[in-house]
């Protein structure tokens, strides 16, 4: 195969992978994304829990949609004289991020309480192909951020503040 022959084989493929991010970007736009939201409303509005669904579309093909657990009062309160401070704990969320090439990232974002407990770093936890997700998909992600959820409550993690038990004697 000669060198132009090659480089005529790079460019289809690159062609082809042009071609690709277009077909995930109308996917997402046209169709999941409206599935993401409808299912993640369905789950908020059955759940009776503090949820809300929000479509992040500020930037058209870097779009999102989420499920979070809204802010709350942490339980924590601080007295300084006359002064009395709420910390406030809030939500972690699941996200539906898009990609820059129209693949969709599934991240978790974790729960913090202002002062006290530090955020975790967001962590992805799958890239999909808009095509693969589908009612099934969603519902599979939604029960594993619930443990993911409910493992970050009942942690006992040392290294948070607020949580330090390798100095308890």
Known sequence: MSNMELIKNKIEAYKSSLDQIQENRNLWSNTTKKLVYDTLMEIKTT?????QVQKVDMLKNLEAVNIHFNRQASGFTETNGNSITNHIKHGGALIFSQAYNGQIFVIYS?????GWVSQLVNKAVAKVLPSNINEEFIFREVEKFLDEMNNWETSNMSSRRGFDVNNYK
Do not use: A, M, R, T
């Open 47 to 51: 759940s009776g829990l503090d949820l």
């Open 110 to 114: 974790y729960p913090f309480i202002e």
